[in-house]
């Protein structure tokens, strides 16, 4: 399939719809409205990046790097596909472009648990609606629209030791894993749009883009159907704030990484879908300029719990790195993740569950894990170091690849739960720089101790050295939610159940202004 995108010159004046984001928000919004038989204009901040534009290598890949740090300078090019922002307190991670973070995502599509919907914080209508058939039908078309399925097993000569190390740990936690629904496509297909697909290779790279093109990502789904019908997407176009003029919306957009003169678009609807930081972000700086809105705004901020630790140097083989374009079609990595299970974690004050899944390092990194973890094993002292023969395995590691020694008997414990929605999302009045959360204590939690302390219990049955994070005392996350949370009215939320957001604290909306 062609490129989607066009540049920004290609925008127009006015349209019926403006969506801003091409994540799963924004390409569900493009999608509908397109279907409807509207004009729509999708605008995206990043760049159009086709399978084998991703990066394979360290370089590529810290090149396709930006960082924005409150109060300080931001790092790399504005638009880069990873999307780093640090606080003094939270690491955040998103991916920017056509497609959102869909395109370093680990593809897991689960839906949430029945009993999600019966927190008091919900808005009423969700509440009483939470379980109803018209949000198995949502679920019903997302399934459609993203074909998650398992990896599967028996069609597949080649097993894959990572999963079988999962079942080792989980089996060590008393519970079993399961393989888990995740929208990689194992067959080649040919779609209605024009894009042929083809079938994962297992080259386990999924986190750094898929070359393949096997990921059901959002532009090659929700964005290319949009397209298909009728929508104009424009990529490195970047939304500073919006402004309500004579009963419809202007849109202030510039192009990514400038500073000039906007472009103003008109529309009758505005749908925000940049993710909670982007459409937090802008509704803040529409704030600035003068939109009335809830005081809530930028709070309620989850980060899902979302931990990252490694059992290093276990006494199995996991092969768990990426291998790009070397791929072993009779010895794959498989999928970033394919399997998880759920364990609970104590607090002290109550038991959590937490999802544990296992992950993959993708090819980028292949040069720089074995010193990475090594140096990580000396910073976190554990009593097998005291074993001199692993530490000098450990050590002449260093002049081995990422594919033999310790690095290859190490399993990326990726952990998902709760934490409290404490955090908050803060603007810079610097329009050059992007919001980050701030959440004083958030890395040294009582959740995320206990989930560390579950992830490291896990590695001591597996005989490998528990590794923490590189970032000790700091949360990091790569499932931002909140910012603009839902409510029955202004006072207590930003919007109603229904995305639509409110006119201050009353329970009136604006007209066509929607945050997904």
């Not at 298909?228 to 009963?247: F, P, S």
């Not at 937490?354 to 010193?371: D, I, K, Q, T």
Request: hydrophobic fraction near 40%; aromatic fraction near 6%.
């Amino acid at each position: 399939m062609g490129r989607l995108a066009g540049p920004l010159g290609t925008l127009g004046a006015s349209y019926d719809a403006v969506v801003v984001g091409t994540g799963y928000g924004g390409g569900v919004g493009a999608c509908r409205l397109a279907r409807a038989g509207l004009d729509v204009a999708v605008l995206e901040r990043g760049r159009e990046l086709r399978p084998g534009d991703f990066p394979r290598t360290a370089l590529a890949s810290g090149l396709q790097m930006q960082l924005h740090r409150w109060g300080r300078r931001s790092l790399g090019r504005a638009g880069a596909l990873f999307d780093f922002r640090a606080s003094e307190d939270v690491i955040t991670l998103v991916g920017c472009g056509v497609g959102g973070t869909s395109l370093i995502n680990a593809n897991v599509s689960l839906e949430p648990e029945p009993h999600v919907f019966e927190d008091e914080l919900w808005p009423t209508e969700l509440r009483r609606h939470g379980g109803d058939e018209a949000l198995g039908q949502g679920f019903e078309r997302a399934r459609a629209m993203l074909r998650p399925a398992t990896y599967p097993e028996d069609r597949l000569a080649a097993a894959l030791p990572k999963l079988e190390a999962l079942r080792v740990a989980a089996q060590a936690a008393g519970t079993t894993a399961e393989l888990l629904p995740i929208n990689v496509t194992f067959d080649e297909i040919e779609h209605s749009t024009g894009l042929c697909q083809k079938p994962c290779t297992g080259c386990g790279d999924c986190v750094s883009g898929c070359n393949v093109g096997a990921k059901n990502t959002i532009d090659q789904t929700y964005i290319a159907d949009a397209v298909a019908h009728g929508a104009t997407l424009v990529a490195e176009a970047t939304v500073t704030h919006l402004e309500r003029a004579d009963g419809r919306w202007r849109v202030h957009v510039v192009s990514t990484g400038t500073t000039g003169p906007p472009l103003v678009v008109e529309s009758d609807i505005v749908v925000l879908g940049a993710g909670s930081l982007g459409s937090t972000e802008i509704l803040l700086r529409s704030r600035d300029h003068g939109l009335w809105l809830s005081d809530t705004i930028g709070t309620s901020v989850s980060g899902n719990g979302d931990f990252l630790g490694y059992a290093y140097d276990a006494e199995m083989r996991i092969h768990g790195v990426g291998l790009a374009e070397r791929v072993d079609l009779d010895d794959p990595v498989g999928p970033c993740i394919t399997g998880g299970f759920t364990m609970d974690a104590d607090t002290g004050d109550e038991v959590l569950p937490v999802l544990f899944e296992e992950g993959s390092l993708p090819r980028p990194m292949a040069r720089l894990a074995p010193l990475g973890l090594w140096w990580l094993s000396r910073r976190n002292p554990n009593p097998r170091e005291r074993d001199r023969e692993r530490a000098r395995r450990r050590l002449r590691s260093l002049l081995q690849n990422a594919y033999r020694g310790p690095v290859s008997r190490t399993m990326v414990f990726l952990g998902m739960g709760f934490d409290g929605d404490r955090g908050s999302i803060v603007a810079p009045d610097d329009p050059r720089r992007r919001a980050v959360i701030q959440w004083p204590g958030a890395g040294r939690s009582r959740e995320q101790l206990a989930t560390a302390e579950a992830a490291a219990s896990m590695g001591d049955r597996m005989d490998a050295t528990y590794l923490a994070s590189p970032v000790a005392g700091k949360f990091v996350t790569v499932h931002p939610l909140g910012g603009c949370a839902m409510a029955d009215d202004g006072a207590h939320g930003v919007v109603d159940h229904a995305g639509r957001v409110f006119a201050g604290t009353g329970t009136e909306t604006y007209d066509g202004l929607l945050v997904v």
